[in-house]
């Protein structure tokens, strides 16, 4: 795919940008708007808002159909995102400091939870908002429920009482699964679901574009955690999962797999570590990197990515199936 | 109004709690419950909610049918105190440690957004939720900015940017209506509102308790800002506006007005101080009590009241009419 193929994706997504403004703006007094704003000055790549807009169009309907789905969809996205930053202490996010960074924790916690009412007003907007809301609401405790787990699969570094109490420290893949389909893979699907509802599509057409969106999620999950590990240069902190010491990653989970006995608790060490040294990250990817991890977690993601495109199958033939296919190449592609 | 009276208003609210448990344990893995139900083990006293079951019952309509209604009236309620209280590192409610203290802040958070995916559940569940949503994101968005102003009121203690470069340094008595009335009268408006909606009830009617709802808010805020700093004994932490450097006190304002010069200066700079000492606190409360503030502040409360209780003049006699009076009456002669 091109980079003026992935140019057409974000211009389609981007569509969604103006309603999201406008919503923001209501209810809103102007000196808190500001404060509003600013995390969609930037845009983001709008990967979940063209997935909607293409779901749409590829099950037969209008295309202006679909953008203010669309909006609620990446409305979801960035909610979690700024609530996610609190939660991780991110300071940085499409290259700027978060709003947490820029405005301060208290402020970004409010202007999250004003997020999630403009949502409720995106949905209010909607004709067939019933199927839109249920989807919504879903995928939102998905996502809740999902960073939980994420946070539980972290081995260090919290002193929530909850956490270290509850902490799974021998994850299974199957654990990691449940963690990335609630947390990634859920709202991947929903914007399947949701696109094919603004086409007002037959229950087998939105069952199979949330599939497509499901598995297209998990194979981008997969692959974001190993350019984490394995990768040379992503644009991100490189090993940012080991720093924050989780064990939720599907490169380290299959490591461990495949190291030796005292390997395997070396490097369940290191991510347990309450501080890991320039050294100690080195040695833990040099770990990971004797090992199939790499290949095995480009496998299994292209496999999901395979399902996620035999899924469109039901589709009728028309430009917009295959730019679905080609959308999901881009998703895994890139880690964003 | 006798102790049984309070008891029998904690009776009636408490109906709406089964509603919410039910609601809670949808969606969420039974690891999750433990650190969702916490927060409702210890019962609050629920005006709101008795306020929406006597408001759908003065108005003419079932008991039975404000039950969930006041379940999502007192969710609001409750989602807005673990926010709260995160916000400002709260650590006892209602005598016991807060949901942040006991499982930790990240899963404090987490536990408040699927409270607020649990209160769209509770809405969807209504017959006539069209209303009640409208009203109920109206409100949400109320006690956001009603938080933003009085996080803008505080004078010193946080290093939010945001909050630094907006600060209220000098408040009107109409800014602090503006923020009380959002943050805190906005959600009684609501419960007499939606009660009367639950009643199907006339426009005129609707208005009436939102009236009656507001009044008793403003009330009852007012009575709540007296009783932190001249009271002497009201199971709080005495003065605590004060420790937390808010200005957006009624009793500081109105005792602002009557100081001289050089005392109004020291209030402020106290107020202002980034450790308030006891014996800061101390003068502090006893340049208010100097002035008149404290009986100011009581004739502004009966005045409010007053209108609350006259707003149900259009209600036909009825022993929930009578009720509703009494309610107000409680929900200002008690802080809590």
Chains 1, 2 share one sequence.
Not at 46 to 73: H, N
Not at 100 to 122: N, P
Not at 189 to 197: D, F, I, L, S
Not at 212 to 219: E, R, T, V
């Amino acid at each position: 795919m091109s980079p003026s193929g992935l140019a057409r994706f974000i211009r389609l997504g981007q569509q969604a940008d103006p309603v999201i403004l406008d919503a923001l703006s209501r209810g809103a007094p102007s000196e808190f708007r500001p404060a509003l704003s600013y995390h969609f000055e930037v845009a983001g790549k709008r990967m979940r808002a063209a997935m909607v807009v293409l779901s749409c169009a590829a099950a037969g309907g209008r295309v202006e159909r679909a953008i203010k789905p669309a909006a609620v969809v990446e409305m979801i996205h960035n909610y979690s995102l700024v609530m996610d930053d609190l939660i991780d202490r991110g300071e940085v996010r499409r290259g700027r400091p978060t709003v947490r960074v820029v405005m301060g924790d208290s402020i970004a916690l409010l202007v999250a939870m004003f997020y999630r009412e403009v949502l409720d007003d995106l949905i209010e907007d909607l004709p067939a908002n019933r199927n839109v809301r249920k989807v919504a609401v879903k995928t939102m405790k998905e996502i809740i429920d999902g960073e939980r787990l994420d946070l539980l699969l972290e081995q260090a570094g919290r002193t929530d009482p909850y956490l270290i109490k509850n902490r799974i420290s021998k994850p299974t893949f199957k654990t990691y699964l449940d963690m990335v389909g609630k947390k990634t893979a859920s709202l991947f699907k929903a914007a399947g679901q949701v696109g094919a509802y603004a086409a007002n599509a037959e229950t087998r057409i939105v069952n199979a574009l949330g599939t497509y969106g499901w598995k297209a999620g998990l194979a981008f999950q997969v692959m974001d955690d190993v350019l984490d590990i394995c990768g040379e240069k992503t644009g991100k902190q490189q090993a940012k999962d080991i720093i924050e010491h989780k064990l939720g990653n599907a490169a380290i989970l299959i490591a461990l797999r495949f190291l030796s006995r005292k390997d395997r608790e070396e490097l369940k060490k290191i991510v347990g570590s309450e501080r890991v040294s320039t050294q100690m990250l080195k040695k833990a990817r040099s770990m990971v990197n004797k090992t199939p991890a790499e290949r095995e977690c480009r496998e299994i993601a292209m496999k999901y990515l395979e399902d996620a495109k035999a899924s469109l199958s039901v589709l009728k033939p028309s430009p917009f199936k295959d730019a679905l296919s080609d959308l999901a190449d881009q998703v895994v592609a890139r880690s964003y």
